[in-house]
């Protein structure tokens, strides 16, 4: 472990390198963010960072980090638990985005144990933070296990009833680390169904068919094969019933990397970055444009807070939520 650097508070970023399996990862302390991850015989980096912590302050868009306490979006910043009324914080076009402006992103987490290969991280969120009720106490546990495989557990347990839903937000680019676009990329995900959304990304119903739409990722396929412009921010609804199983398939043909997704949850958000724009550089001076990387956020349905009909997102005291991603690489 070290000291990677410091925020504009003052407070010290750390960092810790893990590696097994053929992979190896940077995580940071802000934000539990996987700074950087590197597969054995591909040179670049398979996502998206930042070499300092002030520019992860000033200009991160997530890269790497713990969305929360409610990843996606809650619609007008406002849900009924229990009975009761609760206004959490708008920070996306009147909605509450991954917590709000200060979620489990922004925050500084503590290193509560690592090793060799894995680290587990801890971070506090007091009752009414961001307005969410219930002191919670999250983790995130980053780990490698057999080989090419990266393991990411998150867990909360809550003191009074509220609601949860974390996810990693990594931006992945299996070709060049970012440099360039990952229109090229292919993609399968094993859904059947999606979430339409209105134009601030927020559900409109019920899931609709992916069958006949642009949406139909259910063979491997390029990524911009039916929209040229590769706009994604989707939520894909997955069958399962909460055991790990496979979801999705991320193939880069330009340099034979492929990445499988085994997840536990319900939901995966395909986003696919069409207007990033990033004005310093990011890993090894990598000028990030757009479609520099996509990400695959597994959770629990967007709005969920607000849909009886979707996933339930409430945590209650004594309860233990919990959610395990899988990424597996391969080098082909």
Partial sequence: MEEWGKLASGETVERVTISGGGLTAKVITRGAAVQD???????????LGFETPEHYERHSPYFGAIAGRFANRI????????????HVDKNDHGHCLHGGRKGFSERLWTIEDFGESHVVLRLDSPDGDMGFPGHLIARCRYEFADKGEFRVTLTAEAEAPTVCSMAHHSYFNLENGGAGPVTGHEIMIAANRYLPVDPTLI?????????????????MRRINTYDTAAAYDHNFCLDGDGRVREVAQLWAPASGVL????????GLQLFT?????????????????HHAG???????????????????????????????????????
């Avoid at 991850?37 to 996502?47: I, Q, S, T």
């Avoid at 970055?273 to 444009?289: F, I, K, N, S, T």
Wanted: proline share 12%; net charge negative; charged share 15%.
């Fill in 75 to 86: 619609a007008n910043g406002h849900f009924m638990l229990h009975g009761v009324g609760y």
């Fill in 259 to 266: 990445m499988k997704v085994l997840t536990t949850e319900p």
């Fill in 37 to 47: 991850l590197r597969l054995e015989g591909h040179a670049p980096p398979l996502v």
């Fill in 294 to 332: 996509m990400c695959l956020e597994t959770q629990i349905w967007p709005d969920a807070p607000n849909r009886p009909d979707f996933p339930n997102a409430t945590l209650n005291p004594g309860e233990v939520h919990a959610q395990r991603t899988i990424y597996w690489f391969s080098h082909v």
């Fill in 273 to 289: 970055a069409p207007d990033m724009h990033v004005e310093v550089p990011g890993l090894e001076g990598r000028q990030y444009g």
């Fill in 203 to 219: 559900p409109l119903g019920a899931p609709q068919p992916v069958a006949g739409t642009k949406f139909d990722f259910r063979e």
